[in-house]
């Protein structure tokens, strides 16, 4: 459900995040529920830095693949680094009131760019927005990011669902990039973190193995699903490993082309 109306005193997961990375766009219930999160997961802004960090070099690989088109679903506020400073053409999409107007005043005008706000469980909407038809050409690879957003949908938002209808939309050669909070590495600091958030809605917390059962028929690259900190950690990186890793990072190829029929050779 998208929020039109603007509630401050309500900690938002994006303003949540923008504090986390050092951003300038939150509030005070915010930075108050970020400081009950450090104190149950003293690793939580070290995790939110690396995960930014891996978005960076996950793009920088889609670029290397060819893949010069984003979808950014669940983007959050636009800050340094964000995609639209490194990509050719981005489309954010975000449901939350600040990430979306802030979104919409950065990119005013562009060409390249653009802020749709937007439910990102309401694909067809999504995929059909004036922005998303204007910036972005399906015929051509895209890469789909969703970072940082899926466990926010429980089971009865149908992720795998929600997943499909989106890459269903995708050319051959088009990408995933997705990263999910999870107990599987570090248990105590993942449930430590749930009980001081507000009641509802309540993160999915979920291992590897359950998230790659939602993405159908993907191709995993290299290194496969892996903490954030240690996917293709390049020379000369800020080492933001820690001792209890909440997020993993995965990039996938999504509509795997078929192999040769063996009766196609041509000969
Ligand atoms: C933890 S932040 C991650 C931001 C960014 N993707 C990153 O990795 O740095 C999650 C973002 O997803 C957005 N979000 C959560 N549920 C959403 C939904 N159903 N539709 C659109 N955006 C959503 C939140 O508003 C927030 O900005």
Redesign the pocket.
């Known amino acids: 459900?998208?929020t039109r109306t603007l509630d401050l005193d309500r900690p938002?997961?994006?303003?949540?995040?923008?504090y986390l990375?050092g951003g300038g766009s939150n509030f005070a219930a915010d930075r108050a529920l970020a400081r009950r999160i450090l104190a149950k997961a003293p690793y939580a802004r070290l995790e939110?830095l690396a995960?930014?960090d891996c978005?960076r070099r996950m793009m920088r690989t889609c670029l290397d693949q060819g893949v010069r088109q984003f979808l950014?679903?669940?983007?959050?506020?636009p800050i340094a680094g964000?995609p639209h400073e490194i990509a050719a053409r981005v489309l954010y999409?975000?449901?939350?009131q600040i990430?979306a107007t802030q979104g919409q005043l950065l990119l005013a005008g562009s060409e390249t760019a653009a802020m749709v706000h937007?439910?990102?469980?309401?694909p067809e909407f999504v995929l059909a927005a004036e922005e998303t038809r204007r910036l972005l050409d399906f015929d051509q690879p895209v890469a789909v990011?969703?970072?940082?957003?899926l466990h926010?949908?429980g089971e009865h938002?149908q992720p795998a669902e929600v997943i499909r209808h989106y890459t269903d939309a995708l050319a051959p050669g088009s990408l995933l990039a997705l990263?999910h909070f999870t107990d599987e590495f570090a248990p105590k600091p993942a449930h430590d973190i749930l009980t001081v958030l507000p009641d509802c809605?309540r993160p999915a917390l979920r291992d590897r193995a359950t998230v790659l059962s939602l993405l159908g028929d993907v191709e995993l690259l290299e290194p496969g699903a892996v903490p954030v900190a240690d996917w293709r950690p390049e020379p000369g990186d800020a080492d933001l490993r820690t001792p209890e890793p909440l997020t993993f990072a995965l990039l996938a190829r999504t509509a795997p082309t078929p192999p040769p029929h063996p009766n196609s050779s041509g000969i």
């Open positions: 459900m998208i938002s997961d994006a303003r949540v995040h923008d990375l939110a995960a930014r978005l950014d679903l669940g983007s959050g506020i964000s999409v975000d449901n939350d990430a937007a439910d990102i469980r309401d990011l969703m970072l940082g957003v926010q949908f938002h990263s809605p």
